[in-house]
């Protein structure tokens, strides 16, 4: 009874603590938290006034549907090979030079994201742009995070950027009398401001404070700190190993792993083989000091062999494995098991040596690590596991670029463009013209340029769902009936009177920009999708109540979604240089920060100038 004598507003912003909560723990995966709010709406229906019907409602926005279908017709672009075709483009700009390196990494990349979805995008260039800086001797670091950056002011140019400028769109047509929502090029003239201004950032301060983390000419062992995990070693006559299989001697000690064995200068790749040891062999080992000094005792093997293991202990010899570097990307498979669950050593003889995760390095308890987007792994594959991560995009592996291959044959067998690329961009263009026409509302625009993918051969129907961020349209369709909530117990209105009271001391320019700012800041630790379900009804409450342009309010929760440069958290893209390039979390903050500060004033000024603050 006690339960029931408490006001609704009170019970939706205890869940909305909650949620917040566990979006900033990561407890469990942010989508799985936005599910539970979905179930969690309706169990306390009675204090949140969402229904069955409006909790699930999100699954049938317009806006997470269109997102589902940028993500699928980008798949199609991606498929022609024109990405990848750049990205070798790019090696013959920068010819070995490190600023141009920084140049083409920008100014290619933000007015891409512009039209096709940045995570692709930037899940091709990372290889590319890691390969840029080797050949300019220039730490990938340097590079990396500038990547990410001008994805997601690239995002700011079109509606169909990024998923919050879809979302925002739809808001504006539920929440703003006389609005059906935000034109397709409605605001391109601002974010091409703010590209501009981001970039000239980027290529002059941003270039001076971005560190140098990884070493440019960094071997993969000494990247991941291996020296002490990987060891030589000589199989004596008398040992217990001899007459036994890798894999035998394998199951029997899990802490270490034999990855290559060494006979009458042959290599023969270990992990998983039923090659038998013999005596003299020398062993290739990975695990810790003191699991690999257990296993010499216990195994009988000779003392160490003195000489280091290096990446061209595994490269320099004829074996059908090899190392490379390999990113987890968000929406896969492995996100969120246990190396050991993965089943990456038994389906696809992939051993992970190591994990990066920004500045941690793990290396030992590998099989209990539980993998996160954004992880760099060093992995110890082969060749046809490298192409089957590559088809699958269930790992990025950053060591294996189309131009980097250019060497051994033609551009157009290394990085081939599609027959159908003129029927992709094509489709592509009719989809963006049809919406910002308004012939048909980009939901059915889009949904009608993936059916005309398929049914063209420009993307396979498998290639389509696959290509689906899965957890973002979760994590969308979760907390849209969340800001349903905020509206319907008068949340929304309560936190708006905070930014009315604003007004009082500061101009409306002034209310605009703590409005921008403080949706940056959350956007930077809740997920910019969120921050805009959260924000916008607040916004456009606070605009009302002081006769002010709800738009112009609108646009200022959209801008400042989309562009969270503060933490690897914050966006996609951010976690997926995080761990490539070894930087640490204060790192976001420090070029990440200036940046966003900036931004907000440029984005304030422009709504400003552009759509006015009075109503």
């Known amino acids: 009874m006690l339960l029931l004598e408490v006001p609704g507003i009170v019970v939706v912003f205890l869940l909305i603590l909650g949620t917040l909560v566990a979006f900033l723990t990561e407890i469990v995966p942010n989508d799985v938290t936005a599910i539970a709010v979905m179930a969690t709406l309706v169990i306390l229906e009675p204090w949140t006034g969402v229904g069955a019907r409006e909790a699930i409602s999100g699954f049938a926005n317009p806006a997470t549907v269109t997102i589902i279908a940028m993500y699928m017709l980008s798949a199609g672009i991606q498929e022609t090979g024109i990405v990848e075709r750049l990205g070798v483009h790019l090696a013959d700009f920068t010819a070995g030079k490190q600023y141009r390196a920084l140049v083409a990494t920008v100014c290619t990349t933000g007015p891409i994201a512009g039209f096709v979805n ?30 990410s950056y001008a994805a997601i002011l690239g995002g700011t140019l079109t509606l169909i950027g990024t998923s919050t400028n879809i979302l925002a769109s739809d808001f504006a047509r539920l929440l703003i009398d006389g609005r059906d929502g935000i034109g397709m090029f409605e605001f391109t003239g601002l974010g091409a401001v703010l ?12 270039w001076r404070l971005t560190p140098a983390r990884i070493p440019p000419d960094a071997e993969a062992v000494s990247e991941f700190d291996l020296e002490d995990h990987l060891t030589f070693m000589r199989v004596r006559s008398q040992s217990v190993a001899v007459g036994a299989s890798v894999a035998e001697l394998d199951a029997d000690r899990p802490d270490v792993r034999i990855l290559q064995v060494r006979r009458e200068g042959e290599a023969y790749a270990g992990p998983r083989s039923d090659r038998l040891i013999e005596a003299d062999d020398i062993l290739v080992v990975h695990g810790s000091l003191q699991a690999v000094n257990r296993f010499r005792e216990t195994a009988h093997l000779s003392q160490l062999v003195r000489e280091p293991v290096t990446d061209d202990t595994f490269e320099a010899t004829a074996t059908n494995g090899t190392l490379a570097r390999a990113i987890v990307p968000d929406g896969s498979r492995y996100v969120g098991e246990s190396v050991a669950e993965t089943g990456l050593e038994e389906y696809h003889r992939t051993t992970v040596l190591a994990v990066r995760r920004g500045s941690d390095l793990i290396r030992t308890g590998i099989a209990e690590t539980t993998l996160r987007s954004g992880d760099l792994l060093l992995v110890r594959t082969t060749p046809a596991s490298i192409r089957y991560f590559t088809d699958t995009g269930e790992l990025l592996v950053a060591d294996e670029t189309a131009f980097d291959r250019l060497a051994t044959g033609d551009i157009d067998e290394i990085a081939p463009i599609s027959t159908k690329a003129p029927i992709a961009i094509g489709i592509l263009a009719v989809v963006v013209a049809l919406a910002a026409l308004n012939v048909l509302p980009i939901v059915i625009a889009a949904l009608c340029g993936v059916v005309g993918m398929v049914v063209t051969g420009c993307l396979r129907t498998a290639d389509a769902y696959r290509a689906v961020s899965w957890n973002v349209v979760f994590l969308l369709a979760g907390v849209i009936p969340l800001g349903i909530a905020l509206e319907e117990t008068g949340g929304a209105a309560v936190v708006s009177s905070f930014l009315v009271a604003i007004a009082d001391v500061l101009p409306l320019f002034g209310v605009v920009l703590v409005l ?36 112009a309010f609108l646009l200022a929760v959209m801008f400042a979604s989309a562009t969270s440069f503060m933490t690897p958290v914050g966006y996609q893209t951010n976690l997926m240089v995080y761990g490539p390039g070894g930087y640490e979390f204060r790192d976001f903050l420090r070029v990440g920060g200036p940046l966003q500060l900036l931004l907000a004033i440029v984005a304030t000024i422009g709504i400003t100038v552009g759509w006015g603050l009075s109503g």
């Open 118 to 147: 940045n995570t692709p995008v930037v899940a091709v260039f990372v290889p590319m742009v890691t390969k840029l800086a080797e050949q300019s001797n220039l730490s990938p670091s340097k590079l990396l995070l500038p990547l």
């Open 195 to 206: 590209l501009f201004v981001g970039i000239g950032y980027l290529l002059t301060i941003g």
């Open 516 to 551: 921008y700012l403080v949706s940056g800041a959350l956007a930077s630790v809740i997920t910019p999708v969120a921050t805009l379900v959260l924000m916008i009804p607040v916004g456009v409450d606070a605009a009302v109540r002081l006769g002010a342009n709800e738009f």
